[in-house]
């Protein structure tokens, strides 16, 4: 028996193609969705993002309550005009802070992506020891850190202030930007430098010209999560601060004794939203920087 063609063509057109790995689980998860089946890893990821998130929401909606209670009488900016121009030491205590943060993140941004390309780079006598060692204040408890401050400050006679909450901020953010900016340099391409020396480029050259663009977002990351531990840390600082050095959380937790303020609530959210603006702003930016190098 003779067998058409147009039957053996539609034959091969009808023939299912293996699919892959990917394409399976992604007909399966397509499936899935299509029964409405939830599972488990969806479970744990919106209860992850609810516990995460609540408390956002929390704090934006009862910075709009007129009321100081937990009960919700209406709508109101009474709080946002409280924190505008009826507080004055909340204000010096938020600028406090973000002069800590930003002077020490960026002393700590310098040593930690010279520390780590010194680490990368270089080979000499004691560096696993040093490297070990680096991470210390990472892994240790913010109290013992606090203490040890205190006692070293006290040791060597200098008065508690903004200096020291600025060298003791400096000390615990160091390693974070050590860790990124060396993450960074794990997956840096060394024949740039060995073309960069070949075409005559000195150390210092090839160090401002070719290292540094090349693992500024490692760099520009590290800044900003010093930044953000900085603004954050309450325990170190309420053993180095002295008198006139209150930062917002040392002043936010100097109100719990007459009740926390809804103000604290207004400005909790004016802080969500410009973290929010300011990360959907740099994530293309780091992302431009990322696929140039």
């Given at each position: 028996?003779?067998?058409?063609?147009?039957?053996?063509?539609?034959?091969?057109?009808?023939?299912?193609?293996?699919?892959?790995?990917?394409?399976?689980?992604?007909?399966?998860?397509?499936?899935?969705?299509?029964?409405?089946?939830?599972?488990?890893?969806?479970?744990?990821?919106?209860?992850?993002?609810?516990?995460?998130?609540?408390?956002?929401?929390?704090?934006?909606?009862?910075?709009?309550?007129?009321?100081?209670?937990?009960?919700?009488?209406?709508?109101?900016?009474?709080?946002?005009?409280?924190?505008?121009?009826?507080?004055?030491?909340?204000?010096?205590?938020?600028?406090?802070?973000?002069?800590?943060?930003?002077?020490?993140?960026?002393?700590?941004?310098?040593?930690?992506?010279?520390?780590?390309?010194?680490?990368?780079?270089?080979?000499?006598?004691?560096?696993?020891?040093?490297?070990?060692?680096?991470?210390?204040?990472?892994?240790?408890?913010?109290?013992?850190?606090?203490?040890?401050?205190?006692?070293?400050?006290?040791?060597?006679?200098?008065?508690?202030?903004?200096?020291?909450?600025?060298?003791?901020?400096?000390?615990?953010?160091?390693?974070?930007?050590?860790?990124?900016?060396?993450?960074?340099?794990?997956?840096?391409?060394?024949?740039?430098?060995?073309?960069?020396?070949?075409?005559?480029?000195?150390?210092?050259?090839?160090?401002?010209?070719?290292?540094?663009?090349?693992?500024?977002?490692?760099?520009?990351?590290?800044?900003?999560?010093?930044?953000?531990?900085?603004?954050?840390?309450?325990?170190?600082?309420?053993?180095?601060?002295?008198?006139?050095?209150?930062?917002?959380?040392?002043?936010?937790?100097?109100?719990?004794?007459?009740?926390?303020?809804?103000?604290?609530?207004?400005?909790?959210?004016?802080?969500?939203?410009?973290?929010?603006?300011?990360?959907y702003l740099l994530r293309n930016f780091l992302k431009t920087i990322a696929a140039s190098h």
């Amino acid at each position: 028996m003779i067998k058409s063609p147009y039957k053996a063509v539609i034959a091969r057109l009808n023939k299912k193609k293996p699919l892959t790995e990917p394409a399976r689980h992604a007909k399966k998860a397509m499936q899935k969705r299509a029964a409405g089946k939830i599972s488990f890893s969806g479970l744990v990821l919106a209860f992850t993002m609810i516990f995460l998130f609540l408390p956002l929401v929390v704090i934006a909606v009862y910075s709009f309550n007129p009321g100081k209670g937990s009960e919700i009488t209406g709508f109101s900016l009474v709080w946002y005009e409280k924190l505008l121009f009826d507080s004055s030491e909340l204000w010096v205590a938020l600028e406090n802070s973000f002069i800590i943060a930003l002077s020490s993140a960026a002393l700590a941004t310098v040593l930690g992506t010279l520390a780590a390309i010194g680490i990368n780079w270089y080979k000499f006598r004691g560096k696993i020891y040093i490297q070990t060692i680096s991470f210390l204040p990472m892994v240790l408890p913010e109290v013992i850190i606090g203490v040890s401050m205190l006692i070293f400050f006290s040791g060597i006679g200098m008065k508690l202030g903004m200096t020291t909450i600025f060298i003791a901020h400096t000390t615990f953010c160091l390693p974070f930007v050590f860790l990124m900016v060396l993450a960074r340099l794990d997956e840096f391409d060394f024949s740039i430098i060995e073309a960069a020396h070949d075409l005559g480029a000195t150390e210092r050259q090839t160090m401002v010209k070719v290292i540094i663009p090349a693992i500024m977002p490692g760099i520009f990351s590290g800044f900003l999560m010093a930044v953000t531990m900085s603004l954050e840390d309450f325990v170190i600082t309420f053993f180095v601060s002295g008198p006139g050095s209150t930062t917002l959380p040392l002043y936010v937790y100097s109100m719990i004794r007459f009740g926390v303020s809804p103000v604290i609530n207004a400005l909790s959210f004016v802080l969500i939203l410009v973290t929010m603006v300011i990360a959907y702003l740099l994530r293309n930016f780091l992302k431009t920087i990322a696929a140039s190098h």
